[in-house]
């Protein structure tokens, strides 16, 4: 959906408790969920059932932060992002290259390539990243011992790759 789209759905369910939001809270949540509408209700209803909590009727930044830990915590998804990012091996990249991932922007159909991930990656870690120090994660994040989380398409060295569940993008971002 678009992100008008999402945003009315917002300030429908927001009017509906007798609730007003922040602009901050309306934008962050229009763009955490990648444009699937079930995002935006799960966070807006966890953000406004915390504001209610607190017996605010003004959903502020704060109570989206906690209403992000709620919906992460209690999503059906976590299974699958644990069995992607978890590793007992120290230093991993796991949770960090999924998260670049998410962030990366996509072709039309969701597809990147391995060197849309550098800037985002870099990014989270706070350094400089290059496509050898991160490829062994995005070729095991399509493999069955990850979950398939991602798939993989083309050729060696033209790889595209894409979310297979696109739940997982926005919940990637959220955790």
Avoid at 79 to 97: C, W
Avoid at 144 to 172: C, D, I, M, T, W
């Amino acid at each position: 959906m678009q992100p008008n789209e999402l945003e009315r759905i917002l300030d429908h369910g927001f009017a509906f408790a007798g609730l007003r939001a922040d602009a901050s809270v309306k934008d962050s949540i229009v763009v955490m969920a990648e444009g699937l509408p079930h995002f935006v209700h799960v966070l807006g209803l966890e953000a406004g059932s915390v504001a209610c909590e607190e017996d605010r009727d003004q959903v502020k930044p704060i109570d989206l932060e906690k209403g992000i830990r709620r919906a992460v915590k209690g999503h059906s998804i976590m299974s699958e992002y644990r069995k992607a990012t978890e590793s007992p091996q120290p230093g991993h990249l796991y949770e960090h290259v999924l998260l670049a991932c998410a962030l990366v922007p996509k072709d039309q159909f969701g597809y990147f390539r391995p060197r849309d991930v550098v800037k985002p990656l870099s990014s989270v870690l706070g350094k400089p990243a290059a496509i050898p120090a991160f490829a062994r994660h995005l070729n095991e994040l399509s493999g069955e011992s990850r979950g398939n989380v991602l798939l993989k398409e083309g050729r060696s060295h033209n790889f595209r790759y894409r979310f297979r569940n696109p739940f997982l993008q926005p919940f990637a971002k959220m955790v």
